[in-house]
């Protein structure tokens, strides 16, 4: 089983809806969580941290269920400009694990 | 406030020839990685450097590959001899923190290798 399992997708979503997606973990002693975006030929950048309370940054929202070992990232009111492979990064000891990422396609 | 910056961004060399990729991590950050992506295999760690010095590099495929960090400014990661099954998208990326925990990645632009 990989350490970082994510569902490649792709999710394809009107403009304007809600769409979530897990990441799961097979670490129990995975230390912090990220969700990165990376678009089509480009780097992966940072979308936010995932914090065991659960955080939002706008229309995006992370959470952490360290019982079932997965996070995930809901986003609302879905932008064409949201279309991208989100990745989920998971950090252990001094390792740091990338998903394969999930593509979303955003539809107009 | 510049980012991380790799060059070349793309490299094409025919199989058996020596590719030197390079890497500028910002300014102040303790930590650089090597990735390597592909469609199959995604983001692999290559290597990491905590102030200059590499800590893990269990992600390096084989001997024909190499890093160095020999100042806070600059890497290198050199594959010689390079093979078809090299090609990818190589990424260098930096971090604040030494060590890896909490501490977000930024990445540069990547370099994208094709090796014939």
């Known amino acids: 089983r990989k350490e970082v399992e994510q569902d490649p997708g792709p999710f394809n979503v009107p403009e304007g809806a809600t769409v979530a997606f897990n990441c799961t973990y097979s670490?129990?002693?995975?230390?912090?969580f990220f969700w990165y975006r990376q678009d089509c030929r480009k780097e992966p950048k940072l979308l936010m941290s995932?914090?065991?309370s659960g955080n939002e940054d706008g229309r995006f929202t992370a959470q952490l269920n360290r019982a079932s070992q997965y996070i995930s990232l809901l986003i609302r009111d879905s932008k064409l400009s949201d279309s991208a492979t989100y990745l989920c990064v998971v950090n252990r000891d001094d390792k740091i694990i990338f998903g394969k990422g999930t593509r979303l396609h955003i539809l107009p | 406030d510049a980012g991380v910056i790799q060059s070349p961004r793309h490299e094409v060399t025919e199989m058996g020839q020596e590719v030197t990729l390079r890497c500028k991590p910002i300014s102040g950050h303790n930590s650089l990685f090597w990735y390597r992506q592909t469609m199959m295999r995604g983001l692999e760690l290559l290597i990491y450097?905590?102030?200059?010095?590499?800590?893990?590099d269990s992600g390096m495929p084989e001997d024909r590959f190499s890093a160095k960090m020999p100042n806070a400014s600059f890497s290198t990661l050199k594959i010689q001899p390079s093979e078809p099954r090299d090609s990818a998208v190589y990424f260098c990326?930096?971090?604040?923190?030494?060590?890896?925990?909490?501490?977000?990645?930024?990445f540069g632009n990547g370099t994208r290798l094709t090796v014939t």
């Open positions: 990326a930096s971090s604040r923190e030494s060590g890896t925990l909490g501490s977000p990645l930024h």
């Open positions: 670490n129990s002693a995975s230390q912090s």
């Open positions: 450097f905590n102030n200059n010095v590499p800590i893990d």
């Open positions: 995932v914090y065991s």
